[in-house]
């Protein structure tokens, strides 16, 4: 299996611009998850679904933010518009629903807003 | 809340000295456990996990085991070698909703 990959690896853009990271989880996952690491905040977990669906996006900073997931194995993660505070590497992760259920980490997208 | 407390870091230690990570966790009901390692510039890889009360989880010469009665959750190793550098996370399941509460993680170096 491939594991959990992510697109694009390294993203540099300017304020004001739309930025949208990628993820593929690994197949038969039915749980996504986004993260975000700073080294002021640590990980911060921003989104989930189960089979597709959001279930907690508590963790969404602000409405500039967004993501979906079309299908079992697409996921997007938006943020319009971009803003410096925003760089960060981000991460999206997947595993099997259930209480026992590790996740397994994509390699991170590096986001650098100037 | 569900949460979790490391000990923090820079630890520092030299090459084959014995490691202890510290972990203790506030969760309801009995969550799994597990522990991540993130090399530089890389995502976060699961170390080790124990599920239930008493189950040690181990891997690559790193140990943990599930201590309910102290809620804790100490990673060790008897030997550390400069690969072993790197940043340390532990993380309870959260409920039955399939999270894991991260700690703010603890930065191993080991030198030669």
């Known amino acids: 299996d491939a594991g959990v990959i992510q697109s694009p690896r390294h993203e540099v853009t300017e304020m004001g611009q739309e930025v949208t990271l990628r993820c593929k989880p690994i197949?038969?996952?039915?749980?996504l998850f986004w993260y975000r690491q700073t080294m002021m905040r640590g990980l911060e977990l921003l989104i989930y679904f189960n089979n597709n669906v959001p279930i907690d996006d508590s963790g969404m900073p602000e409405d500039r933010f967004s993501a979906k997931m079309p299908n079992a194995s697409f996921s997007t993660l938006k943020i319009q518009p971009s803003e410096p505070r925003d760089s960060a590497v981000y991460f999206c992760?997947?595993?099997?629903?259930?209480?026992?259920?590790?996740?397994?980490f994509g390699p991170g997208t590096r986001l650098t807003v100037t | 809340g569900d949460s979790v407390t490391q000990m923090e870091g820079p630890v520092t230690l030299s090459e084959e000295a014995f490691l202890t990570i510290n972990c203790t966790y506030t969760?309801?009901?009995?969550?799994?456990l597990f522990w991540y390692v993130q090399y530089p510039g890389e995502g976060l890889q699961l170390l080790l996990k124990a599920t239930k009360a008493d189950d040690k989880g181990s891997n690559k010469g790193f140990e943990a085991t599930y201590r309910k009665e102290t809620t804790s959750f100490h990673l060790e190793k008897g030997s550390v070698q400069v690969s072993d550098s790197a940043v340390y996370f532990c993380a309870p399941g959260s409920g039955n909703t399939g999270k894991l509460i991260f700690g703010q993680g603890t930065t191993l170096q080991v030198k030669p």
């Open positions: 969760a309801t009901g009995y969550p799994s």
């Open positions: 992760a997947s595993s099997l629903r259930g209480a026992g259920s590790e996740q397994y």
């Open positions: 197949s038969g996952h039915n749980s």
